[in-house]
């Protein structure tokens, strides 16, 4: 029990259909005056409502995944262009990303309103992408100030995109069982994430215009973004920052199909983790949990389905094993790694 755990300072308010107001009010504890909202498509209609009670407000709606330099530099542009002084982040992961990446360089602090899983509202990590390699690094100032939690925002989210979604939130609680940090509290909170995101999921998918199993959802997926900070990335984000930034792939889905690999070659290698993970699935064994669960969710589950090429698979072995952390359960050799991939490709889980 020698251990050294941090958590950074954030705010976080659960407002359910109270999401215009309780960011206004955000916005007011921050004195901001000049608000630059980064918002998608998929979050026009909430960015617009935000932006009418906002005095001075301007919307920036290009969101790209996985975040490419050029579309940050354009975002760094509009927040100096309209003298910002805060962000508002709308949407899921590629916003918060987008609007993180201004907060590297500019400082600004950021009111993150999540509309999917993803987590990233939770993080203290950034990444961008350029040439096909994406780049994560940790700075303090790109930690959101404050998040809004509106469950009422997901009733409309797609089913598809709610399971990978989750299970992208999922993959978190798995990582940070075995993350380069990760410690007793972190392996506590991310059991606790993952009972919750175990059991909001099939929630989620039988009744979608229920809030009860969104809440379940935003309060696992937050937890298992905070204990994914604190632990650090492990093997299953390494192998997923590669294949997304190369082959600009979806992110959710990606992390939703690797995720079965990467439980499969570290639980023998971690009993104590695979315990965890199995209880928090009520199942025998982990990997008998995850693939419950799965079967349950029509999650996606191929590689190729997700538009990866097969010449893939070789082309990523050795950025893959450059990046492997340390301390990962299982040895990561050259084999074990290509029939991982071959297997994720291809969506057979019996490798």
């Not at 709606?61 to 330099?69: A, F, L, Q, S, T």
């Not at 390699?133 to 469950?151: E, I």
């Not at 969104?214 to 994914?228: K, S």
Request: charged content about 20%.
């Amino acid at each position: 029990m020698k251990f050294v755990h941090e958590t950074p300072a954030q705010r976080v308010v659960f407002a359910p259909g109270e999401a215009v107001r309780t960011v206004v009010d955000e916005v007011a504890r921050l004195g901001a005056k000049r608000v630059l909202v980064v918002a998608g498509p998929s979050a026009a209609a909430l960015a617009a409502a935000l932006s009418d009670r906002l005095a001075g407000a301007r919307i920036h709606d290009e969101v790209i995944e996985h975040v490419p330099v050029g579309a940050a530099e354009r975002a760094r542009t509009a927040a100096r262009e309209h003298a910002a002084d805060a962000l508002v982040c709308v949407g899921g992961g590629s916003a918060t990303g987008l609007a993180k990446a201004v907060a590297h360089t500019t400082g600004l602090p950021i009111i993150a309103v999540p509309t999917t899983y993803a987590g990233s509202e939770a993080t203290n990590v950034w990444g961008l992408t350029r040439d096909g390699v994406k780049t994560t690094g940790v700075d303090a100032g790109v930690l959101p100030a404050t998040v809004v939690y509106d469950a009422s925002l997901l009733l409309t989210l797609p089913g598809e995109l709610a399971a990978a979604s989750g299970l992208n939130a999922l993959a978190h609680c798995v990582d940070a069982m075995w993350g380069p940090r990760a410690d007793p509290i972190d392996r506590a909170l991310a059991e606790e994430a993952a009972r919750a995101l175990g059991s909001g999921l099939p929630e989620v998918k039988a009744h979608p215009d229920r809030l009860a199993g969104h809440e379940q959802m935003l309060y696992g997926a937050y937890l298992a973004a905070v204990v994914f900070a604190s632990a650090g990335a492990g093997l299953h984000h390494k192998i997923c920052h590669v294949l997304g930034g190369r082959f600009d792939l979806p992110h959710a889905q990606t992390h939703a199909v690797v995720l079965p690999h990467v439980l499969a070659l570290n639980a023998p290698h971690a009993p104590e983790a695979e315990r965890r993970i199995a209880a928090a699935l009520r199942a025998p064994t982990a990997t008998e949990g995850l693939a419950a669960l799965y079967a349950r969710l029509d999650a996606p589950t191929a590689l190729k389905e997700l538009g990866m090429p097969e010449s893939g698979m070789a082309e990523a072995v050795e950025p893959i094993l450059a990046a492997v952390p340390e301390g990962n359960p299982a040895p990561v050799t050259r084999d074990r790694l290509s029939a991982l991939l071959r297997a994720a490709w291809e969506g057979d889980s019996s490798r």
